[in-house]
């Protein structure tokens, strides 16, 4: 069986645009990452983008034996060494975008903690925004999220755009230093308390993205006696929500 760091290298190679990049993160950036998991009581703490299991052994050794642990990873190959890893996580294979109804699959309700390994930067806006409305629709209204982002790619686009909507889509933002310790050198966002949006509010939002008109209006009526997620401070956020609170 190859290790790990072989096992990721060859799957960015077949999947660049998912993998994201071409090793494993340390177990440095993994303690920063998983800061937010409780260290009392039985918290639902989800993962995506798992990977070979680095965050998810550092999920499992805070949890200690408590609460629940899924792992959400799109890569079969990754999937089925993480499970065979950590026996301790519920490894899903699957898609980030589809998270509230994964939990839903298992029978779970909204996490208090979500630890990403998603390379955001490698993603297009609109997917940017499917899995931030997946991720704030699968929280618990006072939720954490964390997620890394590396030094060296802060400039690009894609990495301020996605700053820019995790400022629309969570009250709370905090970077946190950066772990040098890690190839490359990267940082955590400490995110909290996902928005809420108004109905009218989310049916504008869909508006924005061009979606047809019906779509628009039917969400407006469909939510109509509830508050769903992420206003827009600013600019407007175009997370779109994935599930009432
Ligand atoms: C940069 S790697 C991080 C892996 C691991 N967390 C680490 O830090 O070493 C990104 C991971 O996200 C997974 N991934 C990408 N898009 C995904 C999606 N939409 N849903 C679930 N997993 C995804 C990739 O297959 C890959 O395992």
Redesign the pocket.
Known sequence: MVNDAAL?FE?FLR?PG????VA??SRR?ARAVAGPVPERGDPLVVE?????G??TEEIQRRLGGRGRHLA????PA?ARRLTARVPGAAVVV????RLPALLADQGLGRAEVVVS???WAAFSGALQDR?LGAIAGALAADGAFTTFAYVHARALPAAIAFRHRLGECFEEVVPGRTVWRNMPPAFVYHARRPRLLSPLQAAAAAGQRGRPAGFAQGMAASTRASTIRLSPPRSGCHCTPTQKR
């Open positions: 990721f799957q999947f998912t993998t994201g990049a494993p993160s950036l995506l983008g798992p990977g070979t680095v965050f959400v990873e799109i890569n990754l699957g898609d980030a975008a390994g998603l390379p899995l």
